[in-house]
């Protein structure tokens, strides 16, 4: 298995931070705080708050590619998220947790899913025959679950991710972003809204596969593999 080592997942960060959470610090700051601790281009709390989850989460997903892909497993990975996201991360919200999100075609109030529920999702994910099919599969269904508080996209990608990285070679999927256009964003954020709102999953995805999947960007100076 190749020797992974957080900031190889640079993009994930960055671009996960950018779109979902409107993180300010840059693309090459953002590397160079998860390389580093650098805070250079850091520039406020709430941006580092976000990093510090994102990486903590980042280097459970390295640390743990040994682990099956289950419900507790999405539970664990929010659990990551303990500055940004939920007052308790990793909890389930139950059905009196009301959550919504509103898009430009409505509001997006899904039914709270218990370990089962989601445990159908990943099931049904993992069932395609594909890895690309199945790590978008767990985005899009997971993210339009919101089956946590808080942190529902971003734990979304980082179990996504979670199966890409375990490939050989390691792959990532991200969030599209340009920090001098922000219409790739736009366009990703508008799809999304259509597959939690009108069951149109097939744009988010094809956006994805043609744009999303790269392979990992080593930075690390020790690499192996087994």
């Known amino acids: 298995m190749t020797d992974l080592v957080v ?8 671009s996960s931070g950018k779109v979902f959470d409107g993180l300010s610090t840059g693309r090459l700051d953002t ?14 709390r709430s941006d580092l708050a976000l990093l510090e989850d994102l ?9 743990t590619r040994d682990r099956s892909i289950d419900a507790a497993y999405v539970r664990d990975v929010n659990a990551q998220l303990t500055r940004s996201a939920a007052l308790h991360p990793g909890r389930f919200r139950r ?7 509103s898009t430009p075609f409505g509001r997006h109030e899904p039914a709270a899913p218990d370990l089962v529920g989601v445990q159908r999702i990943v099931d049904r994910a993992l069932a ?3 890895t690309s099919e199945q790590a978008l599969d ?3 269904h997971l993210a339009k679950a919101q089956p946590f508080m808080d942190g529902n996209k971003r734990t979304a990608i980082l179990v996504a991710n979670a ?4 490939e050989q070679p390691p792959r990532t999927l991200t969030v599209p972003v340009d920090e001098q256009d922000p219409t790739a964003a736009r366009r990703f954020t508008e799809l999304l809204a259509r597959a939690y709102v009108f069951d149109e999953h097939d744009g988010i ?3 994805l596969r043609e744009q999303g999947f790269a392979p990992v960007a080593l930075h690390g100076s020790n690499r192996s593999s087994s």
């Open 7 to 14: 900031a190889d997942l640079a993009a994930v960060v960055y």
């Open 31 to 44: 590397e160079n705080f998860l390389r580093s601790g650098d805070l250079t281009g850091v520039t406020s």
């Open 55 to 63: 990486r903590d989460a980042s280097q459970f997903i390295i640390d």
């Open 95 to 101: 059905d009196d947790d009301r959550i919504g999100v």
């Open 128 to 130: 395609e025959a594909d």
């Open 138 to 140: 767990l985005f899009v």
């Open 163 to 166: 199966l890409v990285i375990r």
């Open 205 to 207: 995805k094809h956006l």
